[in-house]
């Protein structure tokens, strides 16, 4: 049986967006909060304020680049998909034009196991997601990106996942 998808959508005069999420796995209980999938478009794109949170967001992107900045005036860095680690402060970001791309929230366990990485070495950064990807997990963004819907989008995150 396949996990309930909840999609939220909006379209104004300023753009659209679509967010789809879905609860992983119930084997992935405790090591992932969940998959968020996002799509949105208009101009110019918000910057928007992330928040220190429990969870380490690994961003696929499907999209164009995301800015990511300390600080809302701060130096930017561009950024394809990435792992942003535990932090004590918010992050900003933005997409440098229409974006699409998948957020999985990974529980410190969850990502320790993942990565195979002290979570240490991604404290208060954000890195590129091929530089910490275990081998054999090969270029996730383009095997999801082949899948059509978000249900099958979703269903390769479980079984990589798992």
């Known amino acids: 049986m396949s996990a309930e998808l909840r999609v939220r959508r909006d379209d104004s005069g300023l753009g659209s967006w ?7 796995d119930a084997r992935l209980r405790g090591y992932v909060g969940v998959y968020q999938g ?14 220190p949170i429990p969870l380490i967001p690994l961003i696929v992107n499907l999209g164009s680049p995301w800015n990511v900045a300390v600080s809302a005036t701060g130096l930017q860095v561009s950024r394809d998909s990435f792992v942003a680690g535990l932090s004590v402060s918010s992050a900003y970001v933005g997409a440098a034009g229409p974006a ?19 979570m240490h ?5 954000v890195v590129p997601l091929e530089d910490v990807l275990p081998q054999g997990v090969g270029p996730l963004a383009d095997a999801l990106e082949d899948k059509e ?11 990589i996942l798992l």
Do not use: K
């Open 38 to 51: 996002y799509v949105e478009s208009g101009s110019p794109a918000p910057l928007r304020q992330e928040v």
């Open 100 to 118: 699409t791309c998948i957020q999985v929230n990974l529980t410190p366990l969850g990502a320790h196991m993942f990565f195979g990485l002290p």
């Open 18 to 24: 679509e967010l789809v999420t879905r609860v992983p």
């Open 121 to 125: 070495e991604l404290a208060n950064d």
């Open 149 to 159: 819907h978000w249900r099958e989008r979703f269903a390769l995150l479980d079984a």
